[in-house]
C-alpha cells in the first residue's frame, strides 16, 4: 500500500485545484468535492495503517520517493513521504477529523456565497498538513509548514469585508513568521553542521555533533514549534484567529495546524534525547503556557475564545510531555489525539451554538439552552467531561498520566512542573465549567435581548449535517482514550518511531496523584458553581474587578509582552532606520548636491565678463599662491 502513499497528497490537492481553477460553475457542488477528496484520502490512509499493524516494529517504516526537488552544490533535497506509526497516527487525525469538519461545513456554511472557495482552502490546508507530517525531511517538512500558515492566513480572513477578521489574519501569519525564522535557521545549520537536511542524515549525524550546537538546533526548532502552536510568547495570535469561521477553528485547534509545534519536537526526538538543557526549556515553556491559556480562559465571556484559550493550555501540557524527553514522547501524542477528539467536537458544539443565537458569541447572552439543543448540549458535555479528565473519559487517560510524568522529574524540578500541571487541571475544570453553566443552565437571558443586528433569538438545534459529526467526535471524546491507553496500546505502536515507552515512576504513589488530580478538578466545579451557577449572570461584563481579573481579561500579558518584546522595539528599529535613511543616506547626498549647488551659484556670479572683475580675481589668486608659497617656505 505505501507505493499509493503520494494520492494522500494528491486528493485534497487536485481538490483544491479543481474548486479554485472551475469558478463559479462548481458553486453548486465544490462542497462535495471538497469533502469526497479529504474522505477518500482518509480512507487510503486507514488501509495504508492497516497493511502496516501486523508487522514487526523494524518494518512499520517506509519510504517512498517521489521525485528531487533541487540541488544545490552539495545538497540534494528529494520528495519522499516517510511512513511509520508517528506520521501515519498524524494522518488519521488530520484527514479523519478533517473529513468530519468538512461534513459540518456544508450545513454551516451552506448560506455563505463564498462557500466553494471555502472548501478549496480547507483542501489547501488538509494537503500542506500531510506534506508536513509526511515529508522525509525538513525541508519538505518546511515547506508543509509554510503551506499551512499560508492556507491559516486565507481561512482565518475568509470574511475579509470584516475588519477584526483581516486584522486576525494578518496577525497570525506575522507571529508565524518569527517562529519560522528558527525553523530555517535550524535547518540551515543542520546543513552546515551535517551536510544533510533528511531524517535519517540527520539523526543519523547528530551525536557527532557538539553538544552547544545540538541544544542550539534544539531551541531553534522550538522556536518554530511555539509560533505554529501558540506558546509562549508566541501564543497571542491564537485567540485572534477566532474571527475566522467556527469549522476552521475546530480545524486549527484540533487536528492540524496547532498540533505542528508538538509532532516536530516528537519527530525531531533524536536531536532533544542529546540535549538536556533543550528539553528543559520545552518543559518551562509547556508549564508556563499551560497556566496563561488557563488563566485568560477564566476571563473569557466570548466562548470561542475560551475554547482557543483551552487550546492553549492543552497544546501546553503536551509540550510539557514531549520536554519530558525520552520514554514519555507518547503521551504527548497520546494527549493530542485525545484532544483532537474532544476539542474538535467542542468547537463544532460552539459553531451549533451560535448557528442557533444568530452568530452571538457571548455566554452572557445565553443560558438555559440544554432543552433548546439537546443533541449540542450532550455532543458538549461528553467533550467538557473528557477535557477536564472525569474518570474513565479520554482526558483522564491523556492528561492524568502526564502529570504523573511531571512530578516524576523529581526534586524541584518535578514538583515545579507537577505542580503546575495540577493547578492547569483545576483551572480547566473551572473554566469549563463555567462555560457549561453560562450556556445551557440557569435563567434564558437570551429572552431579554436581541441580538446586534435587531433580530429576537430563536435558540434551535442544528440540522443533521451538523450534528452527526458533533455525535462522532463526542464518541471519540468518551472512548478514544481508554481504547489508545489500554495495555500501552498507542505507545508500543509508535515505539518505532518515537522510542520505547518507559512508565513515569513519581515520588508517591500514582493513585495520590489521581485521587489528588480529582480533587483539584472537583474544587475547580465547585468554584465555577459558586461563582456563576448561584449568582444571576449580569448580560453585561462588570467593570468593577480585582487586579486578577483584570490581568486575566489583558490575555494574561500576552500582547502587552509582544508589544514590550517585539512591535515596539520592531517599531523604535524602524524609526531609527528612517531617520538614518533621509536623515543619514538621502541627507549626505542631498546636502552634498545642495552645497555644491550652491557654490556653482556663487562661481556663475564670478563670471560677469566684466575685464577689471577678472584681473582682480587674478592678483586675488597671486596673493594667495605667494602667501601659500611663504607659509611653506618659513613653516
Not at 448560506?111 to 483542501?123: E, G, I, S, T, V
Not at 486576525?168 to 540551515?188: P, S, W
Not at 477566532?242 to 495546524?257: D, K, R
Not at 487586579?547 to 500579558?557: E, I, K, N, S
Request: with cysteine; net charge positive; charged share 10%.
Amino acid at each position: 500500500m505505501s507505493s499509493v502513499a503520494w494520492l494522500l497528497l494528491l486528493l485534497p490537492i487536485a481538490g483544491a485545484v479543481v474548486l479554485l481553477v472551475g469558478g463559479r460553475r462548481l458553486d453548486r457542488i465544490g462542497h462535495y468535492i471538497g469533502c469526497a477528496t479529504v474522505i477518500l484520502s482518509f480512507a487510503l490512509g486507514v488501509a495504508i495503517f492497516l497493511s502496516t499493524t501486523g508487522s514487526a516494529a523494524v518494518d512499520r517504516i517506509h519510504s517512498v520517493q517521489l521525485f528531487s526537488w533541487f540541488s544545490a552544490g552539495t545538497l540534494d533535497v528529494n520528495l519522499d513521504l516517510r511512513l511509520d506509526p508517528l506520521s501515519l497516527t498524524f494522518v488519521l487525525l488530520i484527514t479523519g477529523v478533517g473529513s468530519l469538519i468538512h461534513i459540518y461545513s456544508i450545513g454551516y456554511m451552506a448560506h455563505d456565497p463564498q462557500r466553494r472557495k471555502f472548501f478549496a482552502y480547507l483542501n489547501l490546508f488538509v494537503a500542506a498538513m500531510l506534506l508536513l507530517v509526511l515529508g522525509g525531511g525538513f525541508v519538505s517538512l518546511y515547506f508543509g509548514w509554510e503551506g499551512v500558515g499560508l492556507a491559516s492566513y486565507l481561512l482565518i480572513g475568509f470574511w475579509s469585508d470584516r475588519p477584526a477578521a483581516a486584522s486576525a489574519a494578518k496577525k497570525a501569519f506575522l507571529m508565524n513568521r518569527v517562529g519560522d525564522v528558527g525553523l530555517a535557521l535550524a535547518i540551515f545549520l543542520m546543513y552546515k553542521e551535517m551536510g544533510t537536511t533528511s531524517y535519517q542524515g540527520v539523526f543519523a549525524a547528530i551525536p557527532t555533533v557538539s553538544p552547544a550546537v545540538v541544544t542550539t538546533i534544539a531551541l531553534l526548532l522550538l522556536l518554530g514549534a511555539c509560533g505554529k502552536s501558540g506558546q509562549v510568547p508566541l501564543q497571542a495570535w491564537l485567540p485572534d484567529a477566532m474571527e475566522g469561521p467556527t469549522p476552521v477553528s475546530a480545524l486549527i485547534h484540533a487536528a492540524t495546524m496547532v498540533t505542528a509545534g508538538v509532532y516536530l519536537i516528537a519527530r525531531s526526538s533524536p536531536i532533544y534525547n542529546l540535549t538536556s538543557d533543550g528539553r528543559l526549556v520545552v518543559t518551562i515553556i509547556g508549564a508556563v503556557t499551560l497556566l496563561v491559556g488557563c488563566i485568560a480562559g477564566c476571563a473569557k465571556d466570548d466562548i470561542k475564545k475560551v475554547l482557543a484559550y483551552s487550546t492553549v493550555s492543552q497544546i501546553g501540557y503536551m509540550f510539557l510531555a514531549v520536554g519530558l524527553g525520552s520514554g514519555v514522547y507518547a503521551l504527548g501524542i497520546l494527549h493530542l489525539l485525545t484532544h483532537g477528539f474532544f476539542k474538535a467536537g467542542l468547537f463544532l458544539g460552539a459553531g451549533s451554538v451560535m448557528h442557533g443565537m444568530n452568530d452571538d458569541v457571548d455566554m452572557r447572552h445565553y443560558g438555559g439552552l440544554a432543552n433548546k439543543m439537546p443533541i449540542t448540549f450532550w455532543t458538549i458535555m461528553a467533550g467538557y467531561l473528557a477535557l477536564i479528565g472525569f474518570p474513565f473519559l479520554s482526558g483522564y487517560f491523556s492528561k492524568d498520566p502526564i502529570i504523573e510524568a511531571a512530578f516524576s522529574a523529581g526534586g524541584a524540578k518535578g514538583a515545579l512542573l507537577g505542580g503546575a500541571a495540577l493547578i492547569g487541571a483545576g483551572l480547566t475544570a473551572f473554566y469549563m465549567t463555567r462555560l457549561m453553566i453560562m450556556t445551557f443552565f440557569g435563567e434564558s437571558r437570551w429572552k431579554q435581548l436581541k441580538s446586534a443586528d435587531g433580530r429576537d433569538y430563536h435558540p434551535h438545534e442544528s440540522p443533521k449535517v451538523m450534528t452527526i459529526p458533533m455525535i462522532v467526535l463526542a464518541i471519540g471524546s468518551v472512548g478514544a482514550g481508554a481504547f489508545l491507553a489500554t495495555g500501552n496500546r498507542l505507545a508500543n505502536w509508535l515505539a518505532p518511531a518515537v522510542g520505547n515507552f518507559e512508565e513515569p515512576h513519581p515520588p508517591v504513589a500514582k493513585t495520590v496523584i489521581t485521587i489528588g488530580t480529582l480533587v483539584v478538578v472537583a474544587l475547580g466545579v465547585g468554584i465555577a458553581y459558586l461563582v456563576v451557577g448561584r449568582v444571576p449572570v449580569p448580560v453585561t461584563r462588570p467593570e468593577k474587578v480585582g487586579a486578577l481579573v483584570r490581568f486575566a481579561r489583558a490575555d494574561a500579558g500576552g500582547n502587552a509582552i509582544n508589544e514590550a518584546l517585539v512591535a515596539r522595539p520592531g517599531r523604535w528599529l524602524g524609526g531609527a532606520l528612517v531617520f538614518t535613511d533621509t536623515r543619514g543616506v538621502d541627507g549626505a547626498v542631498n546636502g552634498l548636491a545642495s552645497a555644491l549647488g550652491a557654490l556653482s551659484s556663487r562661481w556663475r556670479r564670478w563670471q560677469s565678463g566684466f575685464v577689471r572683475s577678472y584681473a582682480l580675481s587674478m592678483l586675488s589668486g597671486t596673493f594667495l599662491v605667494v602667501a601659500a608659497l611663504i607659509v611653506v617656505r618659513f613653516a
